[in-house]
């Protein structure tokens, strides 16, 4: 990903508010990773598993933070359990960041994701769970805004999927 | 020494405490036993400690204990590393370790009935003060400064089964109601506004 797009991200992460983050490393976004530790207004927190990146970051939800949980791909399978007890059943909106790694569009793809990625979505879509895949950086600042507001509305997570230029 | 007997010592020191339980028999005991604002229910096992670290890293100065089970615990060792590491100087975890996966009609064994040890890998995960105690002034002793006290605090309280959850009335509040009254309660205590409640 280039520099630029990790700055937009962390940029639109910051103009909704977004004050605490919950991770795991994945390789096509982590570039947002120094930056926010960099800025140091956002909470970030690693954890050991996505399914325990989304409790904690349900727990900083109902604490009054504003929360975001970014994960690769493989995240939505580790952590269904969590985002549907915690996520959907109590009903906390978290803003789901999601290394689309495995799609059509991911630059780096191979047999290795492949898999994984081509079932991503229809878990998501299993799980209920509302989402929206960004290939490039127009209008990302609006489509951070969107889907926090949709997860807001839902009490319930909400995903943004970052293939294309963001996969590379 | 069996759940109840501990839980019934932590019940009259509820003052601005944040309590999570996980869904074992503990929760329908502690929901009888107490009706703290101040409770919140994770519906399901496995969720409850990683929620309660969200919840003490969002609000530092508030004493958050956590109501966990063995069974619980197991299905969420990764939570112990993170614990482990994260410094929190706010939270008390009490595992109520009944060695049996007591939801289940037959009480099948979890794997504490055999070789595993949850506070040593509570230990081992950087946990220094991990301890296990097993009888009630053991749980006097190491437990109750985790109710009132400071730092992280992380019991295991090796108990009997105790079937009493399956005889007292269950509460009767859902999640949701749970989850409102519980951010309410927060809202009002800390004077803050929980973004996403109120929005219309």
Redesign the interface.
């Given at each position: 990903m280039e520099p630029v797009l990790a700055e937009k991200i962390v940029h639109g992460l910051k103009a909704v508010g977004i004050d605490f983050i919950t991770y795991l490393p994945e390789s096509r976004l982590s570039q947002i990773l120094p930056l926010l530790r960099e800025d140091g207004t956002v909470q970030m927190v690693a954890a050991a598993s996505e399914q325990e990146a989304i409790t904690i970051a349900a727990g900083a939800a109902l604490g009054g933070k504003r929360v975001a949980c970014y994960m690769e791909s493989t995240g939505p399978y580790v952590s269904a359990y969590s985002l549907l007890t915690v996520g959907k059943q109590m009903g906390v909106p978290i803003l789901l960041l999601i290394g689309f790694l495995g799609s059509f569009a991911d630059q780096r793809n191979s047999f290795l994701y492949v898999t994984i990625g081509m079932r991503m979505i229809p878990t998501l879509e299993g799980l209920g769970l509302e989402y929206r895949v960004i290939e490039n950086a127009d209008n990302l600042d609006r489509h951070i805004r969107d889907a926090q507001r949709v997860s807001d509305s839902m009490r319930a997570p909400a995903a943004l999927i970052f293939s294309g230029e963001f996969a590379r | 020494m069996i759940r109840r007997d501990c839980l019934e010592l932590v019940a009259p020191l509820m003052t601005d405490q944040l309590v999570l339980s996980s869904q074992s028999g503990q929760r329908i005991e502690w929901f009888h036993l107490s009706q703290h604002e101040g409770n919140?229910l994770?519906?399901?096992m496995?969720?409850a400690?990683?929620?309660?670290?969200?919840?003490?890293?969002?609000?530092p100065h508030r004493r958050v204990i956590v109501l966990e089970s063995d069974g619980s615990v197991l299905l969420?060792l990764?939570?112990l590393?993170?614990l482990g590491n994260?410094n929190l100087t706010n939270l008390t975890v009490f595992v109520f370790d009944n060695e049996v996966y007591s939801g289940s009609t037959m009480s099948e064994p979890t794997a504490t009935a055999g070789n595993t040890d949850i506070a040593a890998i509570a230990r081992a995960s950087g946990i220094e003060n991990a301890v296990t105690v097993d009888d009630i002034e053991g749980f006097k002793e190491h437990g109750l400064p985790g109710v009132t006290g400071e730092g992280l605090h992380y019991v295991v309280c090796k108990v009997e089964e105790s079937l009493i959850h399956r005889e007292i009335p269950r509460p009767n509040v859902d999640?949701?109601e749970y989850?409102y009254r519980?951010?309410r309660y927060?809202e009002r205590t800390?004077g803050?506004?929980?973004?996403?409640v109120g929005?219309g």
């Amino acid at each position: 990903m280039e520099p630029v797009l990790a700055e937009k991200i962390v940029h639109g992460l910051k103009a909704v508010g977004i004050d605490f983050i919950t991770y795991l490393p994945e390789s096509r976004l982590s570039q947002i990773l120094p930056l926010l530790r960099e800025d140091g207004t956002v909470q970030m927190v690693a954890a050991a598993s996505e399914q325990e990146a989304i409790t904690i970051a349900a727990g900083a939800a109902l604490g009054g933070k504003r929360v975001a949980c970014y994960m690769e791909s493989t995240g939505p399978y580790v952590s269904a359990y969590s985002l549907l007890t915690v996520g959907k059943q109590m009903g906390v909106p978290i803003l789901l960041l999601i290394g689309f790694l495995g799609s059509f569009a991911d630059q780096r793809n191979s047999f290795l994701y492949v898999t994984i990625g081509m079932r991503m979505i229809p878990t998501l879509e299993g799980l209920g769970l509302e989402y929206r895949v960004i290939e490039n950086a127009d209008n990302l600042d609006r489509h951070i805004r969107d889907a926090q507001r949709v997860s807001d509305s839902m009490r319930a997570p909400a995903a943004l999927i970052f293939s294309g230029e963001f996969a590379r | 020494m069996i759940r109840r007997d501990c839980l019934e010592l932590v019940a009259p020191l509820m003052t601005d405490q944040l309590v999570l339980s996980s869904q074992s028999g503990q929760r329908i005991e502690w929901f009888h036993l107490s009706q703290h604002e101040g409770n919140l229910l994770v519906g399901m096992m496995g969720c409850a400690t990683g929620v309660g670290m969200g919840l003490a890293l969002a609000l530092p100065h508030r004493r958050v204990i956590v109501l966990e089970s063995d069974g619980s615990v197991l299905l969420s060792l990764f939570n112990l590393p993170t614990l482990g590491n994260l410094n929190l100087t706010n939270l008390t975890v009490f595992v109520f370790d009944n060695e049996v996966y007591s939801g289940s009609t037959m009480s099948e064994p979890t794997a504490t009935a055999g070789n595993t040890d949850i506070a040593a890998i509570a230990r081992a995960s950087g946990i220094e003060n991990a301890v296990t105690v097993d009888d009630i002034e053991g749980f006097k002793e190491h437990g109750l400064p985790g109710v009132t006290g400071e730092g992280l605090h992380y019991v295991v309280c090796k108990v009997e089964e105790s079937l009493i959850h399956r005889e007292i009335p269950r509460p009767n509040v859902d999640l949701a109601e749970y989850k409102y009254r519980f951010v309410r309660y927060i809202e009002r205590t800390e004077g803050i506004t929980i973004p996403f409640v109120g929005l219309g």
